[in-house]
C-alpha cells in the first residue's frame, strides 16, 4: 500500500486576514495543507522549532518600509532555520471601522507598526492628534475594532470583510505600490533544487576589525556573485558588533556560490546559513561570468589535482 504524506501544516502571521494570510494563498493553495494562525512572527517560527508546524509565512522585508525586525532577528537567533520559498504581495490598506462609524468620531487606530508606517503621513491628515497604537498584526487591529477595543484599524480590505467592517476609506498607504516579501521557512533538511535563476541568504557577524566588511564583501564579488540585499542588524551583545544579513543570486549548490559559503566560514567570526530558494521577484538573475561558472570550477579543481600529483 503506497504511503500516504500527512497534509503540511502551515503557520502564518495571524489571525485570519492578515497579508500573511492571503501570501500563504497565493503561494500554497487553500485545499493543500492545514493552516494555523499565530500570535507573532517569532509565534509562528517557535511552532516550526517545536515540530508543531512543519513550515511559517512570516513577512521578511518590505518596499516601503524595510526590513521587518521581529523576523529578521528570529531566523538569526534560535535553533536554526531553513527558508524554502520567497513569496511576493503587493500590499494596499483601508482605514476599517465598525459600519455606521463617522470619520470625526474615530478617537484611536491601530496596525502592525509596519502598517501604520506605511500610512503616517495619510492618517494624521485624516486623523490629526490622533497616535496610532500598534497591534500584532493588520487583521489582530481589525479584529480589536470588531470587539470595540479601538476605533479604527488599517488593514488589509479582506481583513474589514473578515470582521465584518466598513472600509472608511480606501487606499490610505502614503505610496501606492508598495510590495511586501514573505519568506517560507521550515525546520533544516534538504535544500530545494536549484533552479538556475535562485537566491541564497545568510547572516554572517564580522569582527570589530579594520576592513572585516571588505573581505566579507571579497568573497562574492571575486567570485561574480551579485547581492540583492545587504543590511546590518545590532547582534545585541554590546554596541558596536553588529552581524550583516543578506541574500545573494545562486544556489548553495553552484560552485562559486559554495566557494563563497565556504570563504565566509573562513573570514567572519560566524555565519549562519539561512537557504537557497528559487527567486520570486520575476527577475533574472545576472548573467555568470565564463571565469565564475561551474564548468571553470571544475576545471580548475581537475588542474589544482594535476599539480598536486605532478601531472601538470
Ligand atoms: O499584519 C499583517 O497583515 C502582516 O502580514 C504583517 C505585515 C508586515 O510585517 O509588514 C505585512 C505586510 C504589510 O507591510 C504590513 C504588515
Known sequence: MPRTQPPTRFAYLGPEGTFAEAALSSAVPPGEGSRQPAASVPAALAAVRSGEADAALVP????????????????ADGDPLLITREVFLAVSFVLAVRPGTELAAVR???SHPHALA????????????VVPLPATSTAGAARQVADGEVDAAVCAPIAAQRYGLAPLVEDVAD?????????LVAPPGPLPAPTGNDKTSLVAVVGD???????????FSVRGISLTRI?????????GVYSFSLDCEGHAADARVGEALAGLHRVCDDVRFLGSYPRADGRENKPVPPTAADDAFAEAAGWLQAVREGRA
Open 60 to 75: 521578511i522585508e518590505n518596499s516601503v518600509e524595510g526590513a521587518v525586525p521581529a523576523t529578521m532577528d528570529a531566523l
Open 108 to 110: 484611536s487606530v491601530a
Open 118 to 129: 506605511q500610512t503616517a503621513r495619510r492618517l494624521a491628515e485624516l486623523l490629526p492628534g
Open 175 to 183: 505610496h501606492p505600490g508598495a510590495v511586501t516579501r514573505f519568506v
Open 209 to 219: 576589525r579594520t576592513g572585516a566588511l571588505l573581505e566579507l564583501l571579497r568573497e
Open 231 to 239: 543590511e546590518s542588524r545590532p547582534t545585541r551583545e554590546r554596541l
